[in-house]
Every structure is written in structure tokens, then in C-alpha cells.
């Protein structure tokens, strides 16, 4: 072995393999409900995306981040930091009533579900969840939050419309694992019922 791949540096990255987020996720109802109206709106709009699977449909709160194996103490603290906001949590209904592209990017865009006060729950439970997360040691969530739910990926840019609304009551707050690039389902990793 040569000094030089010894040299920091030089050692390759490890493969991110692990992505952990907080995440809700819709009821059975309200997956029919998406199903129906992804459908529809890919149709209307001339998308060749494909809907995202029943099983990896969510709103994603807090990042936790990208990883090369599971980190098993960082999974323990935001566990610990998840049970205290769900033990101050009371269930609450959500609301996606806005289509709309998010243009983040050239290509393969994100098609998702927004909304106005119907999803303001979700960004009160964000807030509540980052600043539990920032006293446990585990920062990187941005001040700012829109919530929303992808429906598809599509190169074609859909403007702002009027859709569902989509709507279900948030009861839990779930830990969810996603194998990065190879479309598994999620795993949960911790579930948290709302209680305050």
C-alpha cells in the first residue's frame, strides 16, 4: 500500500446507503383518495411519471439525513426527542387542497399535494419536532418549512390549481427508514401516537 492512500483524503466515501426522516403518513382512506386524484391530474397534465407506491406515500417533516449504515444512536435520540413532542401532540387534521409543481430542479420534477391553513398542523408539529431534535444534539433542519406530499416525478411543470382536498387525521408521528435507490418500501422505525 503506498503512503499516499493513506493520506486523508484519499480514502474513498462510503456508500450512503440509510436515509432517516420523520415523516405522517396518509390513512387508507385518504391513499384511495390520492390514487384517484394522481390519476386524474397526471391525465389532465400530459405526465408520463409514476405515481409514487401506496407504501412510500408520506409528508416528510424533519431530516434526519443520508447515512452508510444505520446509526443506531442517533435513531435512539430522535426517538427519545420524538416520544416528548407526541406525548405534547394532539391529533389534528390535515388538508392538501393545491396541486403544484416544485421547480428545484431541470428535469424528473416534483409533482406534489400543498396546502393553505389545512396543513398549518403539519408546520406547527415541524417546529415542535426540529426544536426537540436541536436540544437532543441533532441539528440541520431549516427554519423554514412547506409542507407537502409528492404524488409523482415528471418533467413537465404543472402551475399552482385547486386539487382534493386530501384530507386525514394526523394520529401518530412515525420514524421512517428508506433503503437509498433501490424503491423498497419504507420501514418504520419508531411510531409515536399523538397524545397532548
Known amino acids: 500500500m503506498t503512503q499516499q492512500t493513506l493520506l486523508p483524503g484519499f480514502e474513498p466515501e462510503p456508500e450512503l446507503t440509510d436515509r432517516i426522516f420523520f415523516a405522517v403518513l396518509p390513512d387508507a382512506g385518504a391513499i384511495a383518495r390520492i390514487n384517484t386524484l394522481t390519476a386524474e391530474l397526471k391525465a389532465a397534465h400530459g405526465m408520463r411519471g409514476r405515481a409514487i407506491a401506496d407504501t412510500r406515500l408520506h409528508a416528510t417533516l424533519c431530516n434526519l439525513g443520508d447515512f452508510p449504515g444505520m446509526p443506531d444512536s442517533l435513531v435512539a435520540r430522535a426517538g427519545k426527542a420524538a416520544a416528548s413532542v407526541a406525548e405534547a401532540?394532539?391529533?389534528?387534521?390535515?388538508?392538501?387542497?393545491?396541486a403544484q409543481t416544485f421547480i428545484n430542479r431541470s428535469r424528473n420534477r416534483p409533482f406534489v399535494l400543498t396546502g393553505g391553513d389545512g396543513v398549518s398542523g403539519l408546520g406547527?408539529?415541524?417546529k415542535s419536532l426540529a426544536m426537540a431534535l436541536l436540544k437532543a444534539g441533532l441539528p440541520g433542519n431549516p427554519p423554514s418549512y412547506t409542507p407537502h406530499l409528492t404524488l409523482l416525478y415528471d418533467d413537465v411543470t404543472a402551475p399552482p390549481q385547486a386539487a382534493g382536498p386530501i384530507d386525514w387525521t394526523v394520529r401518530e408521528l412515525v420514524l421512517v427508514h428508506s433503503h437509498i435507490g433501490q424503491n423498497l418500501p419504507?420501514?418504520?422505525?419508531?411510531?409515536?401516537?399523538l397524545q397532548g
Not at 401532540?89 to 393545491?98: C, G, I, L, R
Not at 419504507?186 to 401516537?193: E, H, M
Open 89 to 98: 401532540t394532539a391529533p389534528f387534521a390535515v388538508s392538501f387542497d393545491t
Open 124 to 126: 406547527s408539529l415541524y
Open 186 to 193: 419504507y420501514t418504520a422505525l419508531g411510531r409515536w401516537s
